[in-house]
């Protein structure tokens, strides 16, 4: 059987949303019921991996891809009525959980599925994203001062110390910027790196960045369709490692 992939959001959101039947919104004494009742959580886990898995049973190494899934949404929790409470906040709305989106830019599409979207302020739209790499201060912490040095280093030559996140998040923003136009929009990290040590960090999606990434992309996939240019290589093979092309590249 194919091990379970515990990077994806859904069982993180699947648990909080109820599952079978997601609530709309979740609140401080929802939370506290769920985490007072574990054994429950653990069997909401053990179903969705049965259902991943397409298997009757849960063996083998996903009986401790498991239990690390247990762990994570535990803290998920506590972070999430930590932040709650520390707001001085009762509950908070979520508006999707899933959500495939889509953008068209300059005759492209782009299609994603956000983790999950919420909203703690009224007015206010977060979009948060579970991940259980790697995530930098380059990848969420931009402002009017870094923006410019962000997108060189997004758009650059080498793809060493890329903030491959920013780009991931930034389009999450233009998936859903005209449709939350009157709301303010943060973007939020639940890493799996820092869940145990830090508290869940939002940052104000950065008007600046955006319009330099929408610059910058533009000309990328000019170059893309201008038939006059060949493709070629990339000059660094670390990429050729997980490149889906690298079988018809040759090299």
């Known amino acids: 059987d194919s091990d379970f992939d515990m990077s994806r959001g859904n069982v993180l959101g699947a648990i909080q949303s109820g599952t079978l039947i997601p609530l709309k919104e979740i609140s401080v004494k929802y939370i506290e019921e769920l985490l007072g009742n574990k054994q429950n959580i653990k069997d909401k886990i053990r179903s969705l991996i049965k259902s991943e898995l397409r298997s009757i049973e849960v063996t ?3 009986l401790i891809i498991e ?12 972070r999430d009525k930590e932040m709650l409470i520390k707001r001085g906040k009762e509950s908070f ?3 999707g959980l899933e959500v495939q989106k889509k953008w068209n830019f ?14 703690i302020n009224e007015g206010e739209l977060r979009v948060v994203d579970y991940k259980t790499g790697k995530v930098t201060d380059r990848d ?23 903030p491959k996140i920013a780009l991931q998040l930034f389009l999450y923003d233009m998936f859903i910027k005209d449709t ?10 639940y890493s799996t790196a820092k869940l145990f040590s830090a508290e869940v960090e939002n940052f104000d999606m950065n ?25 070629f290589r990339t000059k660094d093979q670390n990429v050729c490692s997980y490149c889906d092309f690298k079988m018809i590249c040759g090299r």
Not at 67 to 78: A, C, H, M, R, S
């Open 93 to 95: 709305k979520i508006l």
């Open 207 to 231: 008007e600046k960045f955006c319009d330099l990434v929408k610059a910058r992309l533009k000309v990328t996939l000019d170059e893309i369709s201008d038939l006059s240019k060949p493709f």
């Open 140 to 162: 969420v912490c931009i402002d009017d001062f870094n923006a410019e040095e962000i997108v060189d280093a997004l758009f650059g030559a080498s793809s060493e110390k890329r």
């Open 180 to 189: 939350y136009r009157n709301y303010k929009i943060c973007n939020s990290i």
């Open 60 to 62: 083998g190494r996903n």
């Open 67 to 78: 239990d690390i899934i247990f762990q994570y949404v535990l803290k998920i929790l506590e």
């Open 106 to 119: 300059e005759g492209f599409r782009f299609t994603g599925f956000i983790d999950r979207l919420d909203s």
